[in-house]
């Protein structure tokens, strides 16, 4: 960008040196000039007063000027500026008159040379001129009009033949060229904040592209320069800023209804507590001893049933942190499917339900990279939330097959399914909102539990054959020495 603004800044300074040579030979030319048709009309008065009054031909006397001055051409204006002759044809003049501002302008001096006029058979060109009043010197009855044509070798890029202008030319060279290297210096100084900025957004940028911070990325297609370059970046950074700020705020909303939810879930119990506790301690209170049994028995179930939402919202917001760590290890599933079954088969009994494990021989050596605990905990939640939801279902069973991302596990019971408004609402695209509060804290938990693997729960299927959940874990070889 250096070097384009040093080309750009060299062709400036040749163009105003081409203007401003120009300028002054013009003005040169026309100072030397400005008494020449005034000379003129005092030699040839009379011929001039003749002509205007056509009394002789007027072509033909400024015709004879003109050949006596071979770089000037002639005309001969009435005091409105029409044009009565000329040192041509008329029939070659593309104008008919000339605007008369210049004229005066130049009589009384009243205007920094040079003044130029349009050229009648020229109107393209404008000249500088030299021009006399014919009659009285305050009200001139005609104007002559000498137009100057100036040589073709007065311009500043054709005079470089000329010693004294070479060496004046050296000479501004030798002044433009520190010029425009102070002004490239100067350039690169300003411009060294705007790069720095724009390094450290295109930085900004990388972190978000999987790139390391200090390699900055490729600049955009159409930046030419630094401040486009920059331009670009922070046109990219806002847009990101843009798109966080109205993420943060669909989560906040989220998270409000969240809030709002779970005061209310918490509120049920406290609300049953009180109730139930309240008259034992009335002194004037008519209870029963089978009734305070019964209020008690109700107040430590709803006890236990607060003591589970707060562990459940506890446990939720310990798998949300930052600080949350996995203890990985690899470990046959099969077995962790066997214990799971195991630990809810009495329950299960109790509501007339069972628990199975579907894995395949072949299959029962599979081993899966991941934390224990937490994949235990997972398949806890689903059986229970199975065992509570499943309507008309006799049979939950776990399967174990292979994938392609290596080990899944289905949660398959038979009951009736889940009906498709609740699929709607709580179930989007088969993947469960991780604010959808009605999903319940279970399915969240798990889904939480599978995102710190790298897997989802999906609602794999759902109708009147049943409910299948499924998410997949990647796979390790077999236990040596299993079948």
């Known amino acids: 960008m250096q070097l384009a603004f040093g080309i750009i800044i060299a062709l400036f300074f040749a163009g105003l040196m081409e203007t401003t040579h120009q300028r002054f030979h013009k003005a040169v030319t026309q100072r030397q000039a400005q008494d020449w048709a005034r000379s003129i009309v005092s030699r040839f008065r009379t011929d001039l007063a003749s002509a205007i009054v056509g009394s002789i031909d007027s072509q033909s006397l400024l015709s004879t000027l003109a050949n006596a001055n071979p770089s000037a051409s002639f005309y001969l204006l009435d005091r409105s500026g029409s044009i ?83 060496d004046s030319l050296l000479l501004a060279a030798g002044v433009t060229g520190p010029a425009i290297a102070s002004a490239m210096l100067l350039l690169f100084m300003i411009l060294r904040p705007v790069r720095q900025l724009s390094r450290s957004i295109a930085s900004l940028e990388s972190e978000h592209d999987d790139r390391p911070p200090f390699i900055p990325p490729t600049p955009p297609a159409k930046a030419y320069s630094e401040l486009d370059q920059l331009n670009s970046y922070f046109a990219a950074m806002a847009q990101r800023i843009g798109d966080l700020l109205r993420s943060r705020k669909e989560e906040d909303g989220k998270r409000r209804e969240l809030f709002a939810n779970l005061s209310h879930d918490l509120r049920t119990p406290i609300t049953v507590i009180e109730c139930c506790l309240e008259p034992l301690v009335q002194d004037n209170a008519d209870v029963t001893p089978g009734k305070a049994h019964e209020m008690t028995a109700a107040a430590l179930g709803q006890t236990r049933a607060l003591a589970h939402l707060v562990e459940s919202i506890f446990e939720l917001a310990t798998l949300h942190s930052p600080d949350c760590s996995l203890c990985h290890d690899i470990f046959p599933i099969a077995e962790v499917l066997g214990d799971v079954a195991l630990k809810f088969s009495a329950k299960a009994q109790s509501l007339g339900k ?41 049979l939950i069973t776990l399967a174990l097959d292979r994938s392609l991302a290596g080990v899944g596990i289905s949660i398959i019971d038979n009951g009736c399914g889940i009906p498709m408004e609740i699929q709607a609402t709580h179930f989007a695209d088969h993947r469960i909102s991780e604010f959808n ?16 693997h ?8 759902s109708d009147e054959r049943g409910t299948v959940f499924r998410f997949e874990l990647p796979a390790r070889s077999r236990v040596p020495g299993s079948s």
């Not at 004229?103 to 130029?116: D, M, Q, Y």
């Not at 349009?118 to 010197?137: K, L, N, W, Y």
């Not at 395949?360 to 229970?384: F, K, Q, T």
């Open 354 to 394: 069972s628990v199975a494990v579907q894995v395949a021989e072949h299959d029962r050596g599979l081993r899966v990279h991941a934390d224990p605990m937490l994949i235990e905990r997972a398949l806890d939640n689903l059986i229970d939330n199975a065992l509570k939801h499943a309507t008309g279902a006799s």
């Open 454 to 461: 790298g897997s989802t729960l999906v609602l794999y299927r």
């Open 437 to 452: 509060y009605h999903s319940g804290r279970g399915l969240r938990i798990v889904q939480r539990i599978l995102e710190l």
């Open 84 to 166: 009565l002759g000329a040192s041509m044809p008329l029939t070659d003049l593309s104008q008919k008159e000339i605007a008369l501002a210049p004229i005066h302008e130049l009589i009384t001096s009243r205007a920094e040379l040079p003044i130029t006029i349009t050229d009648p058979a020229e109107p393209s060109r404008q000249r500088i001129f030299s021009v006399a009043g014919i009659g009285q010197p305050t009200a001139p009855t005609a104007y002559l009009l000498m137009l100057l044509r100036a040589p073709e070798t007065t311009g500043f890029l054709a005079a470089y033949t000329n010693f004294l202008f070479s």
